[in-house]
């Protein structure tokens, strides 16, 4: 089985835009979770997701947004982009949340 | 409020020396336990868990953890080290009040030839 892609690997935004990241889950996995990964901080859970439907979220604010579609894929927005956002994005997939999670490569978002 | 502590932030070993990478959590009724490895510019690999029964779990690539309820404490130890084990290591639990994972902080793992 193909593991969790994430992309784009690498993105550079300024502050003020917004940016759109993007999770493929293992085959068959239904829950997508989202986490920040910053260092000090480790990782922290942004929210997850199960058949299309937004079942959690941490403690992030409003500007952190995600969805789900109907194949399990799964994107996540940050509109207003700031300084403290840099961090690398984290998606993980599982059967369901309790699950084993299988984790992607994340993708790398420098705000300048 | 769950949180796992990861006690230390960097270790540094001696290859074929063994190691032990602390961790302890905040769970007191049901605990569901992990560890995960982050290889450079990789996403988190699980190592191994602990949901029940022995208190001693295996994992890949040798290591091992030991789930100690008194002391709060779930260690991960690995008898002898290899270049190849240099990596973040990261502890955690499952809340099931929050219905989250959550995650220390992470200990930096190196080893020195």
């Known amino acids: 089985k193909a593991g969790v892609t994430q992309t784009p690997r690498y993105l550079i935004k300024t502050r003020g835009q917004q940016v759109t990241l993007s999770c493929s889950p293992i085959s068959g996995h239904r829950s997508v979770s989202w986490y920040q990964q910053t260092p000090g901080q480790g990782l922290q859970f942004l929210f997850e997701y199960f058949s299309e439907t937004q079942r959690n979220k941490g403690n992030f604010p409003g500007r952190f947004s995600g969805r789900q579609f109907s194949n399990s894929r799964s994107e996540m927005n940050v509109s207003t982009l700031e300084l403290g956002d840099s961090a690398l994005y984290l998606c993980a997939s599982s059967l369901d949340v309790r699950d084993t999670q299988y984790f992607g490569p994340g993708t790398r978002l420098t705000v300048l | 409020a769950q949180s796992v502590t990861q006690l230390d932030s960097q270790v540094p070993v001696f290859e074929e020396a063994p190691v032990e990478l602390r961790c302890n959590y905040s769970s007191s009724v049901s605990v569901y336990l992990f560890w995960y490895v982050q290889y450079p510019n990789q996403g988190l690999q699980l190592l191994l868990k602990?949901?029940?029964?022995?208190?001693l779990v295996k994992g890949i690539n040798g290591f091992e953890a030991e789930f100690n309820k008194s002391q709060t404490s779930f260690h991960l130890r690995k008898p002898s080290v290899h270049i190849s084990d240099t990596a973040e290591y990261f502890c955690?639990?499952?809340?099931?009040?929050?219905?989250?994972?959550?995650f220390g902080t992470g200990t930096s793992l190196t080893v020195i030839p």
């Open positions: 602990y949901l029940s029964g022995s208190t």
């Open positions: 955690g639990e499952w809340s099931n009040t929050g219905n989250q994972f959550y």
